[in-house]
């Protein structure tokens, strides 16, 4: 698994630079991805590609059934580890990371990776930190992990 040492030595820490917005909000509580949560994962990356438009807005219902079997089979076999994160029992965030099989390298000799991805945030809730919150604690399982 990567170290966060190695990320910062490698420059990776720069999305999570200091925000000029509030921490996250009161009653925002970050719990783990099941897989009965698979449909929010998909809504969630429905929506973020929706949002960046173009080529992606346009392909957004050829790339769903894909991500479904995929996350259904990395969700159950522990390739894919996620966050959620819930303001008073509703899913307003979300991410996770995908465990890579890698080769090592003389500098790391850990054969996996790990890939962050589908980090969302609900339009209502965004510039509270919520995404930040998300990236952080998945930065403290991989260290973990």
């Known amino acids: 698994m990567a170290r966060i040492e190695d990320m910062i030595s490698l420059?990776?820490?720069?999305?999570?630079a200091p925000m000029e917005t509030a921490l996250p909000i009161a009653g925002f509580k970050v719990r783990s991805l099941t897989p009965i949560d698979i449909e929010i994962v998909l809504r969630h990356r429905r929506e973020m590609f929706r949002e960046m438009g173009g080529h992606y807005e346009r392909s957004l219902d050829n790339?769903?059934?894909?991500?479904r079997r995929y996350f259904?089979?990395?969700v159950k076999n522990g390739t894919?580890?996620?966050l959620l994160g819930e303001i008073d029992g509703q899913?307003?965030?979300g991410g996770g990371v995908l465990i890579a099989d890698w080769p090592g390298s003389?500098?790391?000799?850990?054969?996996?990776?790990?890939?962050m991805l589908n980090?969302?945030?609900e339009p209502p809730h965004r510039r509270k930190g919520l995404a930040r919150t998300i990236i952080?604690?998945?930065?403290?399982?991989?260290s973990q992990n």
């Open 11 to 16: 420059g990776m820490m720069d999305m999570l």
């Open 63 to 67: 790339f769903e059934s894909a991500s």
């Open 72 to 74: 259904d089979a990395a």
């Open 80 to 82: 894919y580890v996620g």
């Open 91 to 93: 899913i307003v965030a």
């Open 106 to 115: 003389p500098l790391n000799f850990e054969p996996k990776r790990a890939w």
């Open 119 to 121: 980090i969302y945030v």
């Open 136 to 142: 952080e604690n998945l930065l403290a399982w991989c």
